[in-house]
């Protein structure tokens, strides 16, 4: 099996580092800040970053394989994201027909995509979001692999199950643990990217993390790290040791509401680090959480602008899971019907956005992956923590995943891929 498709480099850009790569005729931009790689070579990317070079003869067979069932998932595709004809009131279809002219959206605009209620005119955004999505996209899909490593946090968020306070059986993985993982995850299910998530937990100093990127790295697959709010010279390390994305939310674009849910800390430093981050050259995801207590219709319209503004490669948004033991254990529950109508003005502010559908996303219901999917999101994880600490992790009460095996789960993510006609192309930059 095989997540990611071997992809010919077919242009480069010297200057830039960047190369043109094709997959059966789709083209996708890659940064090559590796190997000394030629026109004419095949390579595997991941997340728009070259991961490593294959041979040309093993390419070709890898192809061969996937050239027939590539083609029929990309007529599938197509044909599930055409847009029908269905009459729509006056101010949606002026902001939709901004989107099909590839116009600028305003925050006004999402506004009025927020105000539909009617569920035929909510069918008719979702169809144009997943249109939008085809456009730019085609039908690719990464599937990245999580191991959340360890579940300490010095930090008392109050919507998190794993805060300081809460007690709570604590694991940390240690190193050798963590590459097992990795590469049970590699060799078995040929990720080609690797998020590596904890609590904020100092426990794994510089030095450890240092080592844990670096041999996950050898495995030959891109390194992701989702630590939260270290310092600039951690991530600077873990940089240069070979992690190349960083996941690191700003939880709310309101000020006032994030001082009061991360105790302690404010929203200009998060977004400093941020900001740091990016410019390091770190692929960056980030975003927020939706249904936050006091959260009102403009501050999550202000996070979707936040999320561009800093210039997100891949948003990574999900709905608050209220959880036992935190403060926010009684907060309402968020719709599905919301989620799906962020996913799709997102599409719409950024035609280009990769767009994760977040684990706690798929908790709002059984069909929740597939209506993301179908509503403009490109972008999955699975959770390949070992079972044992998987059940630790509880950031957030019900974890989709949590009573399937990585099998069942791989399986499943396949297939559902496979009945939306989408494939396991690098998504590119
Ligand atoms: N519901 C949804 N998301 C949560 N997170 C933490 N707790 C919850 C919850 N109860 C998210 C935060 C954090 C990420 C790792 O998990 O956004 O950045
Ligand atoms: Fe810690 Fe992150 Fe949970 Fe906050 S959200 S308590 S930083 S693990």
């Known amino acids: 099996m095989c997540y990611v498709l071997p992809a010919e480099v077919v242009e480069i850009d010297k200057i830039k580092n960047i190369g043109i790569v094709d997959y059966f005729g789709e083209k996708r931009k890659v940064l090559l800040d590796l190997d000394d790689v030629r026109v004419g070579d095949y390579i595997y ?4 970053v070259m991961v490593r070079k294959l041979d040309k003869t093993e390419a070709l067979e890898i192809l061969e394989v996937w050239k ?3 083609l029929e998932l990309k007529r599938k595709d197509q044909e599930l994201s055409k847009i029908s004809e269905k009459e729509l009131p ?5 902001v939709l027909q901004k989107v099909n002219l590839k116009k600028t959206l305003t925050k006004q605009d999402v506004k009025a995509l927020f105000g539909i209620k009617n569920p035929k005119e909510m069918e008719v955004m979702l169809e144009v979001a997943n249109h939008v999505r085809q456009r730019t996209h085609g039908n690719s899909c990464c599937v990245h692999g999580i191991i959340e490593f360890s579940n300490y946090c010095t930090q008392n968020c109050y919507y998190c199950g794993i805060r300081k306070n809460y007690d709570l059986n604590r694991y940390r ?5 963590i590459v097992a993982a990795a590469k049970s995850a590699v060799d078995k299910y040929n990720f080609k990217a690797l998020c590596l998530q904890s609590g904020e937990d100092f426990w794994h100093d510089d030095d450890k993390l240092e080592e844990i990127v670096r041999r996950v790295r050898e495995l030959e697959v891109l390194v992701f790290v989702s630590i939260g709010s270290r310092s600039v010279e951690t991530y600077q390390r873990l940089y240069n040791a070979g992690a190349r994305a960083a996941l690191l939310r700003f939880e709310t674009s309101n000020e006032k509401l994030f001082a009061k849910l991360r105790p302690g800390t404010k929203l200009q430093d998060r977004i400093n680090l941020i900001k740091s981050i990016k410019d390091m050259g770190y692929i960056l995801s980030t975003g927020f959480i939706v249904g936050l207590p006091e959260q009102t219709e403009d501050d999550i319209i202000n996070s979707i602008f936040l999320t561009t503004e800093l210039k997100a490669d891949m948003y990574s948004f999900g709905p608050l899971i209220p959880t036992i033991g935190t403060p926010l254990a009684d907060a309402e529950k968020v719709a599905a019907e919301t989620m799906l109508k962020v996913i799709a003005a997102t599409r719409f ?10 684990t706690a996303l798929e908790t709002l219901s059984d069909q929740a992956k597939r209506e993301a999917l179908a509503a403009g999101a490109n972008s999955l994880m699975i959770d390949v923590t070992p079972v044992e600490f998987q059940e630790m992790y509880k950031i957030y009460d019900n974890k989709a995943s949590l009573h399937n095996k990585t099998d069942k789960v791989v399986q499943d993510t396949i297939a559902l891929l496979a009945s939306l006609g989408r494939a396991p192309t690098d998504l590119g930059i």
Not at 90 to 94: D, F, H, M, V
């Open 45 to 48: 990317a991941q997340g728009g």
């Open 349 to 358: 502010v950024n035609p280009d956005a990769n767009i994760l559908v977040t």
């Open 173 to 177: 993985m240690s190193v050798d643990e």
């Open 90 to 94: 006056a101010n949606i279809l002026e």
């Open 68 to 70: 027939d069932l590539f």
